[in-house]
C-alpha cells in the first residue's frame, strides 16, 4: 500500500516481530503530521483510520473517548504494538480465577505483544485518547471473549472488519 | 448509504430481439417451448426471458435486500469480440435497453473491442452510465492494457470505474470448449486464468499509467490475490492500492475471507453475478457484510464524501 507519507518508514517486505512494531508504533508517534490529521472525536464509539495496509503489516489510529471498552478479545496469529499519543489507556489481561492485571498507558507509553495475548482496552481518561496500533501480519481474523452464566468462558471468532470496520462506521 | 449489488447481468428486450435475429453466435433461438443460447467457446445454454424481467429483477433485489443493482453485458456472449459492425448493432440494442430500465438499475457500458471508441463511451457516460465493462482476454497482458489507454484515460478523467469481467477479445472469441469437459468448464479454467492475467497485467501497465483510475475486477479477480506469495517468489511487486477492488462473484465465505487476509476488507464489494448464479450471503458477520454492500461500493462508485486513506 502506497501512502506515501508512510514511506520513509521503510518498505515491509516480511513480516515484523515484537521489536519491530513497537519501533514503528514509536516512530509514527514522534511524527504528529502523519497521524494527527486523522483523529476524529466521537462520544459514541471509538473511531478507526487504517494509516497504512500492505502484505505484512496493517496500521491503525484509533480515537478513543471516556469508557469506550473493547471488551476482551485476542489477534489470531498477529503480534502487535501500541503506542498511546494522547490521554491515557487502561489496558486489561485475563487472570482465571483471579482480577485482571491491570496497567495504565499514558501519552508517550508503548507496548507490543504476540499473537497469544489477551486482552481489553479501555479508557476512562477525562479527555479524548488516541493511539497507533501496528499489527504483523495485518489483523485478519480476531477472538472475543465473555463469560457464559454457567460462568464457562466463550470464545467468538470474527472478521476483524467486526472491531475496526464496524458497521456504524462513517463512510 | 444504499446497499449495491455492482454486478448483475440483464438483456433488455431490444437486446434479447438482436440476438435473435441473428443467424451465428451469439444468438438465440426457440426450442421447443424455450429459447436457446448459442455461444462461442461455451455451446448452448437455455434462456429464460424472466430472467431479464426488469419487475422481476427488482422483486429479486427486494429479496435480497439489495437498493441498487448495477448490470454488465454479458461478456462471454462474446459480443464486445465481433467485427466491429456485428458488435455495433447489439451494443446499441444493450445500451438503449438498459439506459431504460428503472432507476435502482445503473449500468455498466459495454466497449466494443474491434474498434474501441473512447468518444462513444464519453457519450454513454454523459447518459448515465457508472463506468465501463470490458473483458478480462481484452486486458490479458501489459501491451492489451496499453492498446486500451485511450479508454481507460477517458474513465480515469470523468472519475468513472472500469469493470473487468470474463470474456474473449477479438483474439479469442474462438476458443471453443474442449471435448467432453463440462458445462462448468470454462468458468474453472479460462475465466480463473484470464482474471489473473488481466489483475497482473492492470498491476503493471496500468496502474502506473493510470494512478487515479478507481477499477473493480470480477470474481475476486480469479483470487489473484491470493497469488501474491507466488509473485513475490517470481521477483514481482505485491503491492495493493486502494482504488483496485474485486467483486465476490460466485465465491462463498472461505475465499472471500482469504481475499479480505490479503487485501484487507476494503478493497472487497458485492457483486452477485444474478442470474447466472444465484446471489449468495457470505457469512461473515454484520461488519463485513456492510463493508462489501454499502461502504466499499460506494467508494467503488466514487459517492463515498472520504476515501479509506485520508
Given at each position: 500500500m502506497t501512502h506515501p507519507s508512510l514511506t520513509p518508514l521503510g518498505g515491509f517486505e516480511r513480516d515484523l516481530d515484537r521489536a519491530a512494531l513497537r519501533r514503528l508504533v514509536g516512530e509514527i508517534a514522534a511524527r504528529p503530521e502523519l497521524w494527527r490529521p486523522l483523529v476524529t472525536i466521537d462520544a459514541e464509539s471509538r473511531r478507526f483510520e487504517q494509516l497504512w495496509r500492505d502484505t505484512h503489516i496493517d496500521v491503525w489510529v484509533i480515537s478513543w473517548m471516556h469508557g469506550h471498552d473493547t471488551g476482551f478479545h485476542d489477534h489470531d496469529v498477529s503480534q502487535g504494538a501500541v503506542a498511546v499519543v494522547d490521554g491515557a489507556l487502561i489496558e486489561e489481561r485475563l487472570v482465571l480465577g483471579g482480577a485482571p492485571l491491570e496497567r495504565r498507558h499514558g501519552a508517550g507509553a508503548a507496548f507490543d505483544f504476540d499473537a497469544s495475548h489477551v486482552h481489553r482496552m479501555r479508557q476512562d481518561f477525562r479527555g479524548p485518547a488516541v493511539s497507533i496500533h501496528a499489527y504483523s501480519p495485518p489483523l485478519w481474523r480476531m477472538g472475543t471473549y465473555a463469560v457464559a452464566p454457567d460462568g464457562t468462558l466463550r470464545r467468538a471468532s470474527i472478521s476483524y472488519a467486526e472491531e475496526l470496520r464496524p458497521v456504524d462506521a462513517a463512510a | 448509504m444504499p446497499t449495491i449489488d455492482v454486478h448483475q447481468h440483464l438483456w433488455p428486450e431490444p437486446l434479447l430481439a438482436a440476438l435473435a435475429r441473428r443467424r451465428r453466435p451469439p444468438m438465440i433461438f426457440r426450442r421447443g417451448d424455450g429459447w436457446t443460447l448459442r455461444m462461442h467457446g461455451e455451446g448452448e445454454w437455455p434462456v429464460d426471458p424472466r430472467d431479464h424481467d426488469p419487475d422481476r429483477r427488482a422483486a429479486l433485489l427486494d429479496a435480497h435486500d439489495v437498493d441498487r443493482a448495477l448490470v454488465a453485458l454479458s461478456c462471454p456472449l462474446g459480443i464486445e469480440a465481433l467485427p466491429a459492425d456485428e458488435a455495433a448493432p447489439l451494443l446499441e440494442a444493450y445500451h438503449a435497453g438498459v439506459a431504460e430500465l428503472p432507476a435502482r438499475f445503473g449500468a455498466w457500458a459495454a466497449v466494443g473491442l474491434a474498434e474501441p471508441d473512447p468518444d462513444a463511451l464519453a457519450g454513454l457516460l454523459d447518459r448515465g452510465f457508472v463506468g465501463a465493462c470490458v473483458t478480462a482476454d481484452a486486458l490479458g497482458e501489459p501491451s492489451a492494457v496499453i492498446a486500451l489507454a485511450p479508454v481507460l484515460a477517458l474513465l480515469e478523467r470523468r472519475g468513472a470505474p472500469l469493470f473487468v469481467h470474463p470474456g474473449p477479445s477479438p483474439y479469442t472469441l474462438l476458443a471453443e470448449r474442449p471435448v467432453g469437459a463440462p458445462a462448468w468448464w470454462p468458468a474453472m479454467t479460462r475465466y480463473?486464468?484470464?482474471?489473473?492475467?488481466?489483475?497482473?497485467?492492470?498491476?503493471?501497465?496500468?496502474?502506473?499509467?493510470?494512478?487515479?483510475?478507481?477499477?473493480?475486477?470480477a470474481m475476486l479477480a480469479g483470487l489473484a490475490p491470493l497469488q501474491r506469495e507466488r509473485l513475490v517468489a517470481r521477483g514481482g511487486d505485491p503491492a495493493t492500492d486502494p482504488l483496485t477492488f474485486v467483486d465476490t462473484s460466485s465465491y462463498g465465505a472461505r475465499a472471500i475471507d482469504a481475499t479480505i487476509r490479503e487485501l484487507g476488507v476494503d478493497a472487497l464489494v458485492h457483486g452477485s453475478d444474478v442470474p447466472v448464479v444465484p446471489g449468495r450471503e457470505p457469512a461473515l458477520g454484520d461488519a463485513v457484510r456492510a463493508a462489501l454492500r454499502d461502504r466499499n461500493p460506494a467508494r467503488l462508485l466514487s459517492t463515498a464524501t472520504e476515501d479509506v486513506f485520508a
Amino acid at each position: 500500500m502506497t501512502h506515501p507519507s508512510l514511506t520513509p518508514l521503510g518498505g515491509f517486505e516480511r513480516d515484523l516481530d515484537r521489536a519491530a512494531l513497537r519501533r514503528l508504533v514509536g516512530e509514527i508517534a514522534a511524527r504528529p503530521e502523519l497521524w494527527r490529521p486523522l483523529v476524529t472525536i466521537d462520544a459514541e464509539s471509538r473511531r478507526f483510520e487504517q494509516l497504512w495496509r500492505d502484505t505484512h503489516i496493517d496500521v491503525w489510529v484509533i480515537s478513543w473517548m471516556h469508557g469506550h471498552d473493547t471488551g476482551f478479545h485476542d489477534h489470531d496469529v498477529s503480534q502487535g504494538a501500541v503506542a498511546v499519543v494522547d490521554g491515557a489507556l487502561i489496558e486489561e489481561r485475563l487472570v482465571l480465577g483471579g482480577a485482571p492485571l491491570e496497567r495504565r498507558h499514558g501519552a508517550g507509553a508503548a507496548f507490543d505483544f504476540d499473537a497469544s495475548h489477551v486482552h481489553r482496552m479501555r479508557q476512562d481518561f477525562r479527555g479524548p485518547a488516541v493511539s497507533i496500533h501496528a499489527y504483523s501480519p495485518p489483523l485478519w481474523r480476531m477472538g472475543t471473549y465473555a463469560v457464559a452464566p454457567d460462568g464457562t468462558l466463550r470464545r467468538a471468532s470474527i472478521s476483524y472488519a467486526e472491531e475496526l470496520r464496524p458497521v456504524d462506521a462513517a463512510a | 448509504m444504499p446497499t449495491i449489488d455492482v454486478h448483475q447481468h440483464l438483456w433488455p428486450e431490444p437486446l434479447l430481439a438482436a440476438l435473435a435475429r441473428r443467424r451465428r453466435p451469439p444468438m438465440i433461438f426457440r426450442r421447443g417451448d424455450g429459447w436457446t443460447l448459442r455461444m462461442h467457446g461455451e455451446g448452448e445454454w437455455p434462456v429464460d426471458p424472466r430472467d431479464h424481467d426488469p419487475d422481476r429483477r427488482a422483486a429479486l433485489l427486494d429479496a435480497h435486500d439489495v437498493d441498487r443493482a448495477l448490470v454488465a453485458l454479458s461478456c462471454p456472449l462474446g459480443i464486445e469480440a465481433l467485427p466491429a459492425d456485428e458488435a455495433a448493432p447489439l451494443l446499441e440494442a444493450y445500451h438503449a435497453g438498459v439506459a431504460e430500465l428503472p432507476a435502482r438499475f445503473g449500468a455498466w457500458a459495454a466497449v466494443g473491442l474491434a474498434e474501441p471508441d473512447p468518444d462513444a463511451l464519453a457519450g454513454l457516460l454523459d447518459r448515465g452510465f457508472v463506468g465501463a465493462c470490458v473483458t478480462a482476454d481484452a486486458l490479458g497482458e501489459p501491451s492489451a492494457v496499453i492498446a486500451l489507454a485511450p479508454v481507460l484515460a477517458l474513465l480515469e478523467r470523468r472519475g468513472a470505474p472500469l469493470f473487468v469481467h470474463p470474456g474473449p477479445s477479438p483474439y479469442t472469441l474462438l476458443a471453443e470448449r474442449p471435448v467432453g469437459a463440462p458445462a462448468w468448464w470454462p468458468a474453472m479454467t479460462r475465466y480463473v486464468a484470464s482474471m489473473n492475467a488481466a489483475w497482473h497485467a492492470f498491476a503493471v501497465a496500468g496502474r502506473p499509467a493510470h494512478p487515479g483510475l478507481r477499477v473493480c475486477f470480477a470474481m475476486l479477480a480469479g483470487l489473484a490475490p491470493l497469488q501474491r506469495e507466488r509473485l513475490v517468489a517470481r521477483g514481482g511487486d505485491p503491492a495493493t492500492d486502494p482504488l483496485t477492488f474485486v467483486d465476490t462473484s460466485s465465491y462463498g465465505a472461505r475465499a472471500i475471507d482469504a481475499t479480505i487476509r490479503e487485501l484487507g476488507v476494503d478493497a472487497l464489494v458485492h457483486g452477485s453475478d444474478v442470474p447466472v448464479v444465484p446471489g449468495r450471503e457470505p457469512a461473515l458477520g454484520d461488519a463485513v457484510r456492510a463493508a462489501l454492500r454499502d461502504r466499499n461500493p460506494a467508494r467503488l462508485l466514487s459517492t463515498a464524501t472520504e476515501d479509506v486513506f485520508a
